[in-house]
């Protein structure tokens, strides 16, 4: 809200539930966890009732901070108290609070008495009955309070979205009935963006905007329509700007729509006014006649006109006409407004009781004339005859702005002072990528130019342009024979390069390319070859020979083979250790355990001896 009441700032209130969890996880965490039956009883006692005491605390600061943020009725503004009262009622309201107060007691009451009762504990299991009875009977008093904390967690988000409001700033109250005109009006003369619709009550609660007159800040209050009918028959809309009217030191505006184009007559709209006018007493008021776009003044009925002369003479008040719709007469409205204001204000401040303490503490010296010699002020010549005498008689660019209208022309160039006067008027340079582009521009480009079109004239004239006479049937062969020359030659080049790149190449030898009996018997009966010969050859060379090399031949080609196959003795042992090792890492894998492949790191500070909850004693062995 404004610097008096921040209700921006008011904190979350927790649903039961969530006090609850919070609460007791906090005890949970910031409290010791481990007691045994062993322990003295005295340890015993002092560990649950310093969990009793802790959970107790945490209450009463949760639910001191929600009373302590949350406004109260009698120490705030009027304004807001009564705005309070209008839009959540002032006795639900009270009736919360004071819940939550009662329950904050009943809590304090709750802890206070079980760690009265701690001290007849004579063993862990009745000490730790104790502590679950205070914590539950803690709990069911935070649970009854569900309702109360849910009301008040609604309230604290409708006082978040409530307009920031300074009822002792100077201020410009907006009222009339519904479609008027309001919302547009505080549109045009501050930066507010009310919703401006063709149907009433388009606006529902209090808007607030700022402008600036006379180097001062006025705040703009636009308030929801009011209709004319009794006190007691108004609604919650209403309501806030009868508030709005009642509490506020503000100059009323009260727009009256003389074309009638808001379903109300001039009759009633003033029948409203007197309704209001005991809201008016001791503030300064100002009737503003809108939308003259569709109906001038001077231009209703004789009948209206009569009543609104009546009515200007019935009551002494500031009287305008404008259009929202044209800006007519909306600045001019405003002015005249605030000037009103400001000098009530100034008045009010010399009637009052103040006035008099100030003019008292002032004394204005009158010395005694010693003779009858006269003294006039002496002022030197030289104050009279300085150079730097302001000149007042100077022409200013405004004043010619004045005189040339439309035509003037603002010449910043004529007002540089780090510039040479001869230098003012000189081009800029254009830069392109960091480069001048007058550094690039050629001043004889047009002679070149010229010289350039002449020469291509002359070639054009030659016929240099002229496309080549159709081509006979021997160079039409001729140009083939050499494109086939062309592309053989290109096939020996990439075939020769080829041959190259083979040569540098590291040929296999034979035996690393030796092939097993069966594949070379499988390709020759795909071919319908005998496999005879090839069964005899093989026999007597040797040269078919399995494929793969036998383990013993890899432990002994290879200088250092892999951990998995050191001291194997084949494939079929190969498989079977792997199975063993498989089966041992299953245990290990489903608990989750560090295995003896795992890597180990050594923990440089060891969490038991740096972390955890101390009491007694002190930290030396740590």
């Not at 039961?16 to 996880?25: G, P």
């Not at 205070?134 to 309230?155: C, D, N, P, W």
Request: glycine letters at 4%; charged letters at 35%.
């Amino acid at each position: 809200m404004s610097a008096l009441y921040n209700f921006k700032r008011i904190s979350v209130v927790p649903m039961a539930k969530d006090f609850v969890d919070f609460t007791l996880s906090k005890t949970q965490r910031k409290t010791p966890n481990e007691v045994h039956r062993h322990f003295a009883i005295g340890r015993i006692r002092n560990f649950y009732m310093r969990k009793i005491k802790f959970t107790q605390q945490n209450f009463h600061d949760r639910l001191t901070l929600i009373l302590d943020e949350f406004p109260k009725l009698d120490d705030i503004h009027p304004f807001y108290s009564d705005l309070i009262n209008v839009l959540y009622d002032r006795d639900h309201y009270k009736l919360a609070l004071g819940q939550l107060s009662t329950a904050r007691n009943l809590i304090d009451n709750v802890g206070r008495d079980y760690c009265r009762l701690m001290k007849y504990g004579d063993s862990l299991y009745r000490c730790k009955t104790l502590k679950k009875a205070a914590l539950g009977r803690m709990v069911s008093i935070v649970k009854r309070q569900t309702s109360s904390l849910e009301y008040l967690e609604q309230v604290r988000q409708h006082l978040s979205r409530l307009p920031c409001i300074d009822p002792n700033t100077r201020t410009l109250l907006i009222c009339g009935f519904p479609n008027v005109g309001k919302s547009s009006f505080i549109n045009k003369v501050t930066r507010v963006d009310a919703e401006v619709q063709p149907y009433a009550f388009t606006t529902k609660a209090l808007y607030v905007g700022h402008t600036d007159y006379k180097y001062l800040r006025w705040q703009v209050i636009d308030t929801p329509g009011i209709l004319d009918h009794p006190l007691e028959e108004r609604n919650t809309i209403e309501m806030q700007a009868i508030t709005a009217l009642a509490h506020l030191k503000a100059i009323v505006l009260f727009i009256l729509d003389i074309s009638e184009l808001c379903n109300y007559s001039i009759e009633q709209q003033l029948a409203l006014f007197d309704n209001i006018k005991p809201l008016f007493a001791n503030k300064p008021l100002m009737v503003i006649f809108n939308k003259c776009d569709v109906v001038r003044l001077a231009e209703l009925p004789d009948e209206k006109r009569e009543l609104i002369a009546k009515f200007q003479e019935e009551n002494a008040c500031l009287y305008a006409e404008m259009s929202t719709l044209t800006d007519v007469g909306v600045m001019e409205a405003r002015n005249k407004a605030c000037d009103a204001l400001l000098a009530h204000r100034i008045e009010a401040k010399l009637s009052s009781k103040k006035s008099g303490d100030i003019l008292a503490r002032l004394h204005v010296a009158r010395p005694k004339p010693r003779d009858d010699r006269e003294r006039p002020p002496f002022i030197p010549d030289a104050v009279f005859n300085r150079p730097e005498k302001m000149d007042t008689e100077r022409k200013l660019l405004r004043h010619q702005q004045e005189e040339e209208g439309i035509d003037f022309h603002l010449d910043l160039r004529a007002e540089w002072r780090a510039v040479k006067p001869e230098e003012r008027y000189d081009p800029i340079p254009e830069l392109y990528e960091g480069r001048n582009i007058a550094d690039y521009i050629d001043p004889d480009i047009k002679q070149k130019l010229a010289a350039l079109e002449k020469e291509e004239a002359m070639r054009e004239a030659a016929g240099f342009y002229d496309p080549p006479p159709p081509e006979d049937e021997e160079t039409r062969q001729l140009r083939q024979t050499a494109l086939a020359v062309r592309e053989e030659v290109d096939k020996k080049v990439i075939e020769s390069n080829r041959k190259k790149k083979m040569s540098n190449k590291i040929m296999m030898p034979m035996s690393s390319r030796k092939r097993s009996l069966s594949e070379a018997r499988k390709e020759f009966y795909e071919k319908g070859y005998d496999d005879a010969v090839l069964v005899k050859y093989a026999k007597k060379r040797k040269a078919l020979v399995v494929n793969e090399p036998s383990y013993k031949k890899l432990a002994r080609e290879n200088s250092k083979p892999s951990r998995d196959l050191m001291g194997v003795r084949d494939k079929k042992m190969l498989h079977v250790v792997r199975a063993m090792a498989k089966r041992s890492q299953r245990r290990m894998q489903l608990e989750a355990r560090r295995g003896e492949g795992d890597r180990h790191i050594p923990d440089l500070k060891p969490k038991h001896l740096y972390v955890g909850k101390r009491k007694l004693g002190t930290a030396n062995h740590r």
